[in-house]
């Protein structure tokens, strides 16, 4: 595999640039032309940015990664890959330890599946169990669990190291002690799913958590005289998870988020279930019946909402209609700052040399025109 992609506006160093870009072997080099006679692919004026990263995301077209075999979760990355994300992470919802260890399996299976037609999958996010119930959302609440390194441990294990993300609520005994050990098995720690007072959610993060989970959903709120979690949130540097669906966060919520935090400190996720990518209907989040209606997710039993039906590349727009900021300035939550926290932004997440060949073309509307997985066309 050895061409060269010309006359596109290369995103480098936060701004387009009339570039030309050499793939060779699945890789990156950027260069001002292409020799002649070399094999070329015409990007025809388009943009090219790198590839989005989603990492928390629980199913689409009618796969539930609680439920999904290897090649389930092959069919939610080529759905993934035609929207323009090109690595993922699986979120496990809380669920019983059998079904999690069988969930841990099929991830390590993945990799033995068949085609590269799919977005990478780059590992687990464990929704919990570690979490409160008075903020649980969709987790079974029979389900949760006080802080167990031990278990945690466990799972590690067993997932040989695929586990990258765990979300935690800080006041759940026990926790505040995990987030270390977490760090130490290589896990980033997210923080949500939470009634945190401001002085157990600035414990976590002191002691090693990275980010807050789907900010602003399923947690206690900023009061003046208790700032709480979300207090602790808005002050710190961790990340912030947004779900920019219009429905979990407002147009103007987004840009409260994004004015308080920056857009560097800001990571576009979908949360997305089973649902996204096809009509209302009922559905199924881990073991809870769903309800979808106008696009909207939510527990048929409570009506609480549950995940989303949203996509990246619907996100990416969205963005840019709640906010009005240019997509340069946009672009790095879809894709640096998620390379950045997985610590995998030596690789993805950028266009520079030696970066993998991950690319989108968006075209003027920023609508997804062509997609790129370590080189190879998948759209």
């Known amino acids: 595999m050895d061409y060269y992609i010309i006359n596109g506006m290369v995103y480098h160093d936060h701004t387009f640039q009339n570039r030309t870009l050499h793939i060779r072997d699945g890789k990156i080099e950027l260069c001002a032309q292409a020799p002649a006679g070399a094999e070329t692919v015409d990007a025809a004026g388009k943009k090219i940015v790198p590839g989005f990263i989603d990492i928390h995301t629980h199913g689409a077209v ?109 006041e759940v005994p026990g926790v505040s002690d995990m987030i270390p050990e977490a760090k130490k098995l290589g896990i980033l720690v997210g923080i949500g799913h939470s009634g945190a007072t401001y002085a157990q959610a600035m414990e976590a993060i002191a002691k090693g958590a990275d980010l807050c989970t789907h900010t602003f959903n399923a947690m206690r709120l900023f009061h003046q005289h208790e700032p709480a979690i979300m207090g602790a949130v808005l002050e710190s540097d961790i990340f912030c998870e947004m779900i920019c ?21 800001c990571v576009a996720i979908t949360d997305s279930i089973m649902a996204a990518g096809l009509p209302d209907g009922d559905y199924h989040l881990g073991v809870n019946d769903v309800v979808v209606v106008d696009g909207d997710a939510k527990l048929a039993s409570t009506g609480v909402r549950a995940g989303s039906t949203l996509t990246q590349n619907r996100a990416l727009k969205n963005l840019l209609k709640f906010t009005g900021k240019p997509l340069e300035q946009i672009l790095p939550t879809l894709t640096e700052n998620p390379a950045k926290l997985l610590k995998l932004d030596h690789r993805i997440g950028y266009l520079n040399d030696g970066m993998d060949a991950d690319l989108v073309f968006l075209d003027e509307n920023a609508d997804v025109a062509s997609v790129f997985v370590k080189g190879r066309q998948v759209k």
Request: glycine share 12%.
């Open 62 to 170: 009618g796969v539930d990664v609680n439920g999904a075999t290897a090649e389930d979760l092959r069919k939610i990355g080529r759905f993934f890959a035609g929207n323009g994300t090109t690595a993922w992470l699986g979120s496990v919802l809380t669920d019983t330890v059998e079904q999690t260890e069988w969930c841990i399996d099929q991830f390590k299976a993945y990799d033995s599946v068949d085609g590269q037609d799919a977005a990478e999958l780059l590992g687990i996010h464990l929704e919990g169990p570690f979490l409160a119930s008075e903020y649980k959302g969709a987790m079974p609440e029979h389900l949760l669990r006080q802080g167990d390194a031990e278990l945690l441990r466990h799972y590690q294990s067993l997932a040989e190291g695929k586990i990258r993300y765990l979300t935690v609520s800080p």
């Open 245 to 265: 669906d219009g429905l979990h966060l407002v147009p103007g919520t987004v840009r409260m988020l994004t004015k308080l935090k920056g857009f560097e400190k």
